[in-house]
Antibody
Framework: QLQLQESGPGLVKPSETLSLTCTVSGGPISSSSYYWGWIRQPPGKGLEWIGSIYYTGSTYYNPSLKSRVTISVDTSKDQFSLKLSSVTAADTAVYYC?????????????WGQGTTVTVSS | QSALTQPASVSGSPGQSITISCTGTSTDVGGYNFVSWYQQHPGKAPKLMIYDVSSRPSGVSNRFSGSKSGNTASLTISGLQAEDEADYYCSSYTTSSTWVFGGGTKLAVL
């Protein structure tokens, strides 16, 4: 059974870069049937799609975050990563990694448990 | 891109049916049949309940159903149960090859 696990610092200082990694276990990241994505949820608020990547390295970003976001994939380690630069308190959120599935109409059928990132000095 | 529009809250009694709407534009909900719905209980990750507007993943109860007309998609939950109380989010793949979520709807089972 495929599982996703987010990892990274829980506290980031304002103006610095937030870096998170999602490790895929139980299945290969190099599958033509899936994308890999990042979604976040600020405290008490709704879900926001950050961006997605295909195993080939093609990336797709939320236009509102595009200037600050970089998503990359390491197929040798079955991992994909998120970097969000110049963070502010507004970037405080639970960050999820997930798997958008071409088989299920781009629906995100597998999610990580989420990791809380707080932006504070 | 703007978030899809959902009602902030809906409520129903056990056994009843409720419907949650999700309104977008011709570049997202109206552009493709790639609308998904997610259930999220407090402190938990979202769970995919509906994809391709009306398809259910294996293991999801047939009490959950989806539909779409034009730029508006809908999720209907029939035979409400206490365990259905949660937040529900719609999402759509867009014509710009991006994803967009709705603002979320809190379902109360009274």
């Amino acid at each position: 059974q495929l599982q996703l696990q987010e990892s990274g610092p829980g506290l980031v200082k304002p103006s610095e870069t937030l870096s998170l990694t999602c490790t895929v276990s139980g299945g290969p990241i190099s599958s033509s049937s899936y994308y890999w994505g990042w979604i976040r949820q600020p405290p008490g608020k709704g879900l926001e799609w950050i961006g997605s990547i295909y195993y080939t390295g093609s990336t797709y970003y939320n236009p509102s975050l595009k200037s600050r976001v970089t998503i990359s994939v390491d197929t040798s380690k079955d991992q994909f990563s998120l970097k969000l630069s110049s963070v502010t308190a507004a970037d405080t959120a639970v960050y999820y990694c997930a798997r958008p599935s071409l088989i299920q109409g781009y629906g995100m059928d597998v999610w990580g448990q989420g990791t809380t990132v707080t932006v504070s000095s | 891109q703007s978030a899809l529009t959902q009602p902030a809250s809906v409520s129903g009694s056990p056994g009843q049916s409720i419907t949650i709407s999700c309104t977008g534009t011709s570049t997202d909900v109206g552009g493709y049949n790639f609308v998904s719905w997610y259930q999220q209980h407090p402190g938990k990750a979202p769970k995919l309940m509906i994809y391709d507007v009306s398809s259910r993943p294996s293991g999801v109860s047939n009490r959950f159903s989806g539909s779409k007309s034009g730029n508006t998609a809908s999720l209907t939950i029939s035979g409400l149960q206490a365990e259905d109380e949660a937040d529900y989010y719609c999402s759509s793949y867009t014509t710009s090859s991006t994803w967009v979520f709705g603002g979320g709807t809190k379902l109360a089972v009274l």
